[in-house]
């Protein structure tokens, strides 16, 4: 999916089309907060401005001296010509038999112009302008998460052919062909090992921070990445059949067929218009009188519809911006406040990402610092996420760590070397003798879903070291908040296992789904949205994107994630903080708030507007000027949503 041109479509509401944004450094939301709120002073000056300089010019004759001198089909053509773009959203909204707050404002633009007032036509086109240009602020460039996946694909390959290697495109290998992956290399197809060990990081596909040990008859995918030890491969799937290539058509489906949001200004507008009309033809029908009949459907039909929800929405997403959380449109403000369904990524997203060590068990009573000690001297130098874990708890408990000499990395098993003068091995189980007996904590330890360390020396068995991806500690508080503010379904989705997905789901009290794929993921997203639910979908990973893309509101967590979820999520969280998520909803409950009592404020001033219009005692030009008033409330009202309120704690 390409960059695309910004849409200028009428405001009238939230959004309407999708305005992502390219995930920003966080020094960077502070001054966007700044700026907003700048944006929103300079148009209250602007709108008391022109409201001023027409009720003095009317007072004083200035309008009529003038306008008079202009011919009037040079004031209509100023008029076409400069609601233009308005105008054209107005036709193609009402072959699609839609009513959108500006085909109030065009009413009344028309009405004006039929009784000869074009100088009072020009103001509301004014206003109407004023309107887009507010617009422009909360949108962005189209959505770019397929070509960032399309860059992460795997370009070259090394094929086998009569016994030479080649290499190649990725899109010449052909299937059943055998693909040679060497160590540090990204595998280029979805196959089958039929030769050689190595640990792989799938991270990519499953989002499971663990790397998997590999072997003959396991399989592989592509754009994941052989960290320890070369593969032969049999490809069963290549090009856009793979797993990988799959994800990008979905994440393209998913931003292809979302469904548009309907405003909250066009619903009410679909009410309203039908009782102007019937006021304004009662006026004519009980006074003949054009100018008090056009004066009802000018003030009445105020650009404060289409100024009630994106000012709101606009002052919003500057004040999260300056919380950390990029909020990609107004749109998902209103899909958020109605949300009911949350699914939540496990590995980086409920969980820190990486593997921690939170078991030491020692044996025939060799004290713990010593096991941990030697496994970290082990591992010093390994590129292992698992050794970086040992070696993090080795420093944390302030243990000195000794020379390892003669190391070797066995793939599929583990590593070992000689420390302090005896031989010492670290792995999984295979790195002890068959005939090692293995204590019943193991047993206990691998039920938790735990990745488990075996510390041997000189081939006896020493400890035992458990490593497992925790929870991020605000998480409970997070889950209590986001099911107070009516969110009742929260369930965990994730690539990793049964065991794992219990250990971190039972105590949040949530369902969990495991052993999922990327197309598993947004299966259930769909599912829920068929069932009539509002889905929010929180992950972090390339394997999330079609699920963030899918969901009516994607949360990607944190900048550590991968530009594509932040590219597909529609909110990004700024900082790896739970609380975040809560505060969001929180925001967007507040926001429509503010855009209901926007909506109800200019339809109860309007109201008032047009029964002294139909009264006679509102001339034309002062219906035009007065329409601007209810924005200067609006603008007001939505400012207080720039006052940042942090997540809770």
Not at 169 to 195: A, C, H, L, M, W
Not at 451 to 472: C, Q
Not at 553 to 575: F, K, N, Q, W, Y
């Amino acid at each position: 999916m390409s960059d695309g041109p910004v849409n200028t479509q009428s405001i009238s509401g939230c959004c309407e089309e999708e305005t992502p944004c390219r995930a920003a450094s966080a020094a960077a939301v502070s001054p966007l907060s700044r700026f907003t709120r700048h944006v929103l002073t300079l148009f209250g000056l602007v709108f008391g401005a022109v409201l001023f300089i027409v009720v003095i010019g009317e007072w004083l004759g200035l309008f009529a001296a003038y306008t008079e001198r202009v011919p009037w089909p040079l004031g209509v053509a100023v008029v076409l010509l400069g609601g233009s773009p308005v105008f054209r959203n107005v036709v193609r909204a009402t072959l699609k038999r839609k009513i959108t707050a500006h085909t109030l404002m065009t009413i009344g633009l028309l009405a004006a112009l039929a009784v000869g007032e074009w100088a009072t036509a020009v103001i509301v086109v004014f206003f109407m302008r004023l309107a887009d240009y507010i617009e422009r602020f909360t949108t962005d460039r189209a959505r770019r998460a397929v070509k960032d996946l399309t860059a992460l694909a795997p370009q070259r390959a090394r094929v086998e052919r009569e016994g030479t290697e080649y290499e190649v495109p990725v899109g010449e290998v052909q299937v059943g062909e055998i693909v040679i992956v060497r160590p540090g290399e990204q595998i280029p197809v979805d196959g089958e090992v039929t030769s050689g060990h190595a640990t792989v990081d799938q991270a990519a596909i499953t989002g499971e921070s663990m790397p998997v040990e590999v072997g003959p008859g396991t399989h592989v995918f592509a754009a994941t990445f052989a960290r320890l030890g070369s593969l032969r491969i049999r490809a069963t799937r290549v090009g856009a059949d793979t797993t990988f290539g799959r994800v990008i058509t979905l994440v393209e489906e998913a931003e292809a067929h979302r469904a548009e949001v309907q405003r909250t200004a066009d619903r009410f507008s679909a009410y309203y218009l039908p009782v102007v009309v019937i006021i304004a033809a009662l006026t004519f029908l009980l006074s003949h009188n054009p100018l008090a009949t056009a004066a009802v459907l000018v003030v009445a039909c105020s650009c404060s519809f289409a100024l009630a929800t994106p000012v709101a929405m606009l002052a919003s997403i500057g004040a999260a911006a300056k919380r950390g959380v990029l909020i990609k449109g107004g749109k998902y403000l209103e899909a958020l406040a109605r949300a009911d369904v949350l699914l939540v990524d496990k590995t980086g997203t409920l969980t820190l990402g990486r593997p921690h060590i939170t078991d030491v068990v020692a044996l025939d009573g060799v004290p713990e610092g010593e096991v941990l000690a030697l496994a970290a001297s082990v591992e010093r130098y390994s590129e292992h996420p698992l050794a970086e874990a040992v070696r993090l708890a080795a420093q944390e408990r302030g243990l000195p760590l000794h020379e390892p000499q003669d190391f070797v990395a066995s793939p599929g098993q583990g590593v070992q070397a000689r420390v302090a003068g005896s031989l010492v091995a670290v792995g999984n189980q295979q790195i002890l003798p068959a005939t090692a007996p293995v204590p019943v904590v193991v047993n206990h330890l691998a039920r938790q879903g735990k990745t488990l360390l075996f510390v041997a020396r000189d081939h006896e068995l020493m400890g035992v070291l458990a490593a497992a991806d925790t929870m991020r500690p605000e998480v409970p508080v997070a889950i209590d908040a986001v099911r107070a503010l009516g969110v009742r379904h929260v369930e965990l989705l994730t690539g990793d296992n049964e065991r794992a997905a219990a250990a971190l789901a039972t105590p949040l009290e949530i369902r969990y789904q495991a052993n999922l794929l990327p197309e598993d993921k947004i299966r259930i997203v769909k599912a829920y949205q068929a069932q009539g639910h509002t889905v929010i979908m929180v992950g972090d990973g390339v394997n999330d994107a079609p699920a963030l893309a899918q969901a009516d509101v994607g949360i990607a967590i944190g900048t550590s994630g991968i530009d594509v979820a932040i590219e597909a999520a529609p909110v990004v969280l700024m900082r790896d903080d739970w609380l975040l998520v809560p505060d969001v909803l929180r925001t967007a409950r507040r926001t429509m708030g503010v855009v209901k009592l926007n909506l109800g404020f200019t339809a109860v001033y309007n109201l008032a507007g047009l029964s002294l219009a139909a009264l006679g005692f509102l001339p034309l030009i002062f219906a035009a000027a007065l329409q601007s008033l209810p924005d200067l409330v609006i603008l007001g009202n939505s400012s207080r949503l720039l006052r940042a309120r942090h997540a809770a704690t």
